[in-house]
């Protein structure tokens, strides 16, 4: 399923519990944002501006949902990202970036972490949307 700003908060509630998401954070957050008619847009923007909501759940979000969510979502939860490592570390993981989030994330790390970009660079460390699959 496709979620975009226009999806309908609710729906996507009762998918992350359904997907075991941390009660006492993600689903406590959720179900107090929640009212009838609000939609996924209105809640990251709730979400982006709850300086108490952890930064962790984009994060699980981002993964969890990589091929799910659009673009303007994965901005939205982007967008909760501070810390240049987990930037990175979403980076690298991110099968489904599109080159503008590919660039959102690298801007959040670059210049920051010298030694894991240039590892990124040589290759010694690889995205995970540029394996190619290999049968053995």
Not at 17 to 41: H, P, V
């Amino acid at each position: 399923m496709k979620f975009t700003l226009k999806t309908l908060f609710s729906k996507f509630v009762s998918t992350i519990i359904s997907e075991n998401a941390c009660q006492g954070g993600a689903i406590d957050w959720c179900k107090k944002t929640d009212r009838e008619g609000l939609t996924f847009g209105e809640a990251i923007e709730m979400y982006l501006a709850d300086d108490e909501a952890k930064s962790g759940w984009a994060v699980w979000n981002l993964i969890k949902f990589d091929s799910d969510f659009n673009g303007d979502v994965k901005k939205g939860f982007i967008k909760k990202i501070k810390d240049p490592m987990t930037a990175l570390q979403l980076f690298r993981r991110l099968k489904h970036l599109t080159e503008e989030e590919d660039n959102i994330l690298k801007n959040k790390f670059e210049g920051k972490l010298p030694r894991a970009e240039k590892e990124l660079k040589d290759g010694v460390i690889r995205r995970e949307k540029e394996k190619k699959n290999v049968n053995y």
